[in-house]
């Protein structure tokens, strides 16, 4: 008879502990999403490119299309789901930071992360750090000013010939 070629792992999800069976090539993306019904985290690329998969593993970014399930026992793992009314999603929807919003959940998760292990972070390290996600349908003018109010370096208001905002 062949072994069976599941195994059952205990992930913390959003502060929740959870038990999943899982092939041990599954990624955490097709887990959480398939398993947990969690669908916030979105496939793009599935290769790493685009960011949208993006969840927040021990405080740090990770794109779940590259990671594996197994890989996340012992983690704190936490998706848009877990993410309740901070500063940086009413940033993004005050700052009108998203248009179609596929991406949208991927670049909250990174920049939460990025306030909260970067509060001081400059220029350099938020164009950094945008650059690891990609959105086809804004540019990322909104989602940087959504960041730097967070950060509390509100941009200044641009204006345009007339002087009106």
Known sequence: MAPNPKVNLLLSVNSEATSVIVR????????????LGLTGSKPGCLNGDCGACTVIVDGIPQKSCLMLAVEGTGK???TIEGL???????????????QCGYCTS??????????ETKPD???????????SNICRCTGYR?????VLSVLGEEPAVQRNQTGEN
């Open 76 to 78: 704190e793992i936490t």
């Open 121 to 131: 972070a400059d220029d350099a390290v938020l164009k950094d750090w945008l650059e």
């Open 24 to 35: 041990p090539a599954d990624t955490l993306l097709y887990v959480i999403r398939g398993q």
């Open 142 to 146: 909104e989602i940087r000013e959504a």
């Open 84 to 98: 309740k009314d901070t500063p940086i999603q009413r940033a993004f929807v005050e700052k009108f930071a998203f």
């Open 106 to 115: 991927g670049f909250l998760m990174n920049c939460q992360a990025l306030v």
